[in-house]
T-cell receptor, first 113, second 112 residues
Framework: EAGVAQSPRYKIIEKRQSVAFWCNPI?????LYWYQQILGQGPKLLIQFQNNGVVDDSQLPKDRFSAERLKGVDSTLKIQPAKLEDSAVYLC???????????FGEGSWLTVV | QKEVEQNSGPLSVPEGAIASLNCTYS??????FFWYRQYSGKSPELIMS????GDKEDGRFTAQLNKASQYVSLLIRDSQPSDSATYLC????????????FGTGTRLTVIP
């Protein structure tokens, strides 16, 4: 079974530039998550989708971050404009649904200089 | 805001010893608890889940849960250098949203 796919794996941008990350969840997984993990910290949920609807985006900095899952499968997370403190790993994860195990992708490493 | 607390470590144990990792959580209503292992530069990998008070064993790993004390732990027996990683404690959010709250992780080093 293929895992959660993410791209790009690594990205270096200057502050105030924009970046987009893509995620393809495990086939059949209705729930998709984007987590932010800053070095030395645990992952923090940014946004959660159930199919193509947003369940929780309370921790998403909406002035600069946006995410979509238009057809209920792939998802894109965008940051514009980026700040230095956005340097982190952006982890996409998926699960079958409520109460099911959450599986993580390899992550997209962002460095903002 | 739900809190999940872990000692950040580092925790160092000799090869073959028992490593003990601890976690406390703030939400008394939490029912589901998970331990993820994260190697440096890699994504978190689920190694144990526990839902009931008591012990749950899987190979060299034992998860222990005490809901009254709001405490969950992970024991790793016969620790190997390959166990060197950061161990993340995660608590499932029961209040409708299906997501996990993570601690900051404990970094474990197993010394050969």
């Amino acid at each position: 079974e293929a895992g959660v796919a993410q791209s790009p794996r690594y990205k270096i941008i200057e502050k105030r530039q924009s970046v987009a990350f893509w995620c393809n969840p495990i086939s059949g997984h209705a729930t998709l998550y984007w987590y932010q993990q800053i070095l030395g910290q645990g992952p923090k949920l940014l946004i959660q989708f159930q199919n193509n609807g947003v369940v929780d985006d309370s921790q998403l900095p909406k002035d600069r971050f946006s995410a979509e899952r238009l057809k209920g499968v792939d998802s894109t997370l965008k940051i514009q404009p980026a700040k230095l403190e956005d340097s982190a790993v952006y982890l996409c994860a998926s699960s079958l649904g409520y109460g099911n195990t959450i599986y993580f992708g390899e992550g997209s490493w962002l460095t903002v200089v | 805001q739900k809190e999940v607390e872990q000692n950040s470590g580092p925790l160092s144990v000799p090869e073959g010893a028992i490593a003990s990792l601890n976690c406390t959580y703030s939400d008394r209503g939490s029912q589901s608890f998970f331990w993820y292992r994260q190697y440096s530069g890699k994504s978190p990998e689920l190694i144990m889940s526990i839902y009931s008070n008591g012990d749950k064993e899987d190979g060299r790993f034992t998860a222990q849960l005490n809901k009254a004390s709001q405490y969950v732990s992970l024991l790793i027996r016969d620790s190997q250098p390959s166990d060197s990683a950061t161990y993340l404690c995660a608590v499932f959010d029961q209040t409708g949203a299906n997501n996990l709250f993570f601690g900051t992780g404990t970094r474990l080093t197993v010394i050969p």
